[in-house]
């Protein structure tokens, strides 16, 4: 019998807790020979790798959602049901996007306990990326991940066979809208500053009316616009991968969002690592983060090819209503209708983008591209480039066609 009454999980109790799971007696034939390591790395969750040291080597990933959030401790409380999203986040996901999707193999809403395929044979993307590996797949899969997930969730896809459960998840959002949108930009006390980044640096954003305005125009944009399931916290730390696989993990975040926040948050981190690898002295980062800008270029234009693919083909087939029918004679309307509906998520993508880099260096939770950098000078350099490149994407978001006109090495040319 499998118990319901929550209690946490830990390296001691993990195995007795996985016998009473029938599935796991499918997986492994002798819980006696499980070894069990817990996986440190994450913000809100505990998570363990569980193998068997017996010939077949079966293991499984156990995720355990917290009432609260991990990484500040049991004073920031948090509702489980995050984990319940993160199934149902996982299901559509491995509907639109099988090859992308990890194996789920139980849950269980009481005990907020998520068991799903062991991907330890892969990095994190962040670490792939400080490592420089070549992931000559990551463009076609990132880009047809984000517009399968987008598109036959939007009501442009009404009435598809996908069409999943329209997730609202407030405590999570309230949690992004926190961390992600106020707290980085307010000096709240949750901030964590390098000591040698010059405040006139943190005032350039967190002082400036300018740039506080279009920030609370894209916390408004994630507030209110209900566009797609997104992932809802999609950087580098939620994607594995090796040379030829790419793995969407920890979708606990996913609510109806809008869809540039999906796209804006892998981007930005791709930008992160770029000038992370600019401060590294290794004789492949240049050409390295070169291949990281054409990266993003590529995945923003085949993003861009591949839902407007699925959209033309959802409105071609006889079963479809088209999002403006054309039976009046108004087939221009198609076209533009489109170009202003693309264009729109371009400009919420590089503000989304920008948010997620500042709240990297201003807020709580950093990322070990840059904290790789020990050094507090050098790490400061790094932060302030990131902060000024941040800040020129976030005004000029309405300007640009796609990313090749974002300039990123003019803000490292100023600091020579
Ligand atoms: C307390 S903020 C924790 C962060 O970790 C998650 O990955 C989300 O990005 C969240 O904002
Ligand atoms: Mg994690
Ligand atoms: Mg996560
Ligand atoms: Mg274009």
Redo the contacts with the bound molecule.
């Keep these: 019998m499998t118990s319901t009454a929550y209690y946490t999980l830990t390296e001691q109790n993990i195995v007795e807790y996985l016998s009473t799971v029938p599935a796991m007696g499918m997986l492994f034939d002798d819980f006696s020979a499980l070894e069990v390591k817990e996986v440190c790395d994450g ?2 969750n505990y998570a363990f790798i569980v193998r068997s040291k017996n010939k077949d080597k079966s293991s499984v990933f156990v995720k355990q959602t917290p009432p609260y ?1 991990k ?2 401790g049991k004073d920031w409380p948090l509702s489980r049901e995050r984990m319940d999203v993160e199934k149902q986040a996982l299901t559509y996901q491995a509907q639109v996007c099988p090859t992308m999707s990890p194996k789920l193999y139980y849950s269980c809403s009481a005990m907020s306990v998520i068991i799903m395929q062991n991907l330890s044979q892969h990095l994190l993307l962040r670490n792939a990326l400080i490592a420089r590996q070549s992931l000559p797949k990551l463009a076609s899969h990132m880009s047809s991940y984000l517009a399968n997930t987008l598109f036959y969730s939007s009501a442009f896809a009404e009435g598809n066979k996908y069409q999943p459960t329209k997730l609202s998840n407030q405590a999570m959002c309230q ?2 809208q926190a ?2 949108f106020t707290y980085p930009f307010e000096g709240h006390e949750t901030n964590n500053y390098n000591p040698s980044l010059c405040q006139n640096v943190i005032d350039s954003i967190q002082k400036d009316p300018t740039v506080r305005m279009h920030i609370g125009q894209m916390k408004w944009a994630f507030a209110s616009k209900n566009e797609a399931l997104i992932h809802g ?1 999609l ?1 580098t730390g939620s994607i594995m991968v090796n040379e030829n696989d790419t793995y969407i993990i920890d979708p606990e975040f996913a609510f109806m969002g809008p869809i540039g926040f999906d796209i804006g948050a892998f981007i930005a981190n791709l930008y992160v690592n770029y000038f992370a690898q600019k401060h590294t002295a290794n004789p492949s980062s240049e050409s390295y983060a070169t291949s990281l800008l054409s990266l993003i270029e590529t995945v923003w234009l085949e993003f861009e090819t591949k839902f407007l693919s699925l959209w033309q083909k959802h409105d071609n087939h006889p079963d479809n209503t088209a999002f403006i029918g054309d039976h009046l004679g108004v087939e221009l309307a198609h076209s533009d209708f489109r170009e202003w509906f693309m264009q729109t998520i371009l400009s919420d993508t590089m503000g989304f983008a920008a948010v997620k880099m500042m709240r990297r260096i201003l807020g ?2 950093k990322v070990a591209d840059v904290m790789q950098f020990e050094n507090n000078e050098q790490r400061a350099k790094l932060e302030a480039q990131i902060l000024r490149f941040a800040r020129e994407m976030l005004l000029t978001r309405n300007t640009h066609r796609d990313f090749s006109s974002l300039n990123a090495t003019h803000i490292l040319n100023n600091d020579k």
Aim: glycine residues 0%.
């Design positions: 913000n809100m959030i990484v500040l949690i992004t961390f992600v916290d950087h709580v939770a």
